[in-house]
């Protein structure tokens, strides 16, 4: 990433840049320190620099276990730096150039319009440049598919695990049902138990989830040294586990009350 900047400095003075937080501590360097820099791999051609501070790189899942040891020049000297042998100056070339819009929903359009007033270049929006066959998009249809899978197993297991809850208390309601009692009536008391149920349960993982995001976040920004967010439990994701949880516990409880309520009263009763 290149910082531009178009100021003249004395020849005596050397020039400054910034260097990521992981080369100042692989390196021992601090700011005001000296260092030599070049562009070939035998040091042929250095330039002395000043460090003028330390920046965190910005977190890049692509990136992931790398040691980011970067330098951000001025361009002027990068380009001096980097000028090939015989190169007048002004005469060099970019491949790439990174466009921030005011408004990210107008890439589309601005790139339409680049590609029609300027044939040959190519625009496209950087959130759209590796298709719909990306790595990140391969892996959330992954994870899509996993949590579909984890939701129908999890709903199976609820049922099944609501069924014994239930069947525990078929003495009850059968002298519930023998003392008159209608079944509808049993039904909403079973029903309102189920909602309040499945309401505890929900608020329970989501403050379980909410302390081990600390936790998780924590552990693999040390293990792979980023600032990268691996887990974010934000009120979005909070409020759709909350619409399939509660839907889910209450339909389970009506389920295993109503198979259990078919019953006779009097067969409910004996034990």
């Not at 992981?22 to 005001?32: F, I, K, T």
């Not at 609501?162 to 208390?169: A, F, I, K, P, S």
């Not at 989501?206 to 967010?229: K, M």
């Amino acid at each position: 990433m290149l910082v531009a900047a178009g100021a003249v400095r004395a020849a005596e003075n050397p020039a400054s840049v910034l260097i990521s937080r992981q080369l100042a501590e692989g390196e021992h360097l601090s700011v005001g320190d000296t260092v030599r820099l070049a562009a070939a791999a035998d040091g042929s051609g250095a330039r002395e620099f000043r460090i003028a501070g330390v920046y965190e790189p910005t977190p890049d899942p692509v990136k992931l276990g790398a040691v980011i040891r970067e330098v951000r020049l001025h361009l002027p000297d990068l380009l001096e730096l980097t000028r090939q042998p015989g190169m007048p100056a002004g005469s060099e070339y970019v491949r790439n150039i990174n466009v921030a819009l005011v408004d990210p929903n107008d890439a589309r359009a601005f790139a339409r319009d680049v590609g029609a007033r300027m044939p040959g270049i190519a625009a496209r929006p950087a959130s759209g440049a590796a298709g719909s066959t990306g790595p990140f998009v391969v892996l959330e249809r992954f994870h899509l598919a996993i949590a579909i899978v984890t939701i129908i197993a999890s709903t199976v297991f609820l049922l099944a695990l609501t069924l014994m809850l239930v069947d525990e208390r078929r003495p009850t309601v059968g002298v519930l049902r023998l003392i008159g009692l209608p079944t509808r009536r049993i039904l909403v008391q079973l029903f309102i138990e189920g909602v309040l149920i499945a309401t505890a349960g929900s608020l329970f993982g989501l403050v379980l989830a909410l302390g081990a995001e600390g936790i998780i976040n924590r552990f693999f920004q040390w293990r792979y040294d980023t600032a990268l967010v691996f887990v974010r439990v934000t009120p979005e994701v909070a409020a759709v586990c909350v619409a399939i949880a509660v839907p889910l516990g209450v339909s389970a409880t009506v389920v295993a009350a109503w198979a259990l309520l078919r019953r006779n009263g009097l067969s409910l009763a004996r034990r």
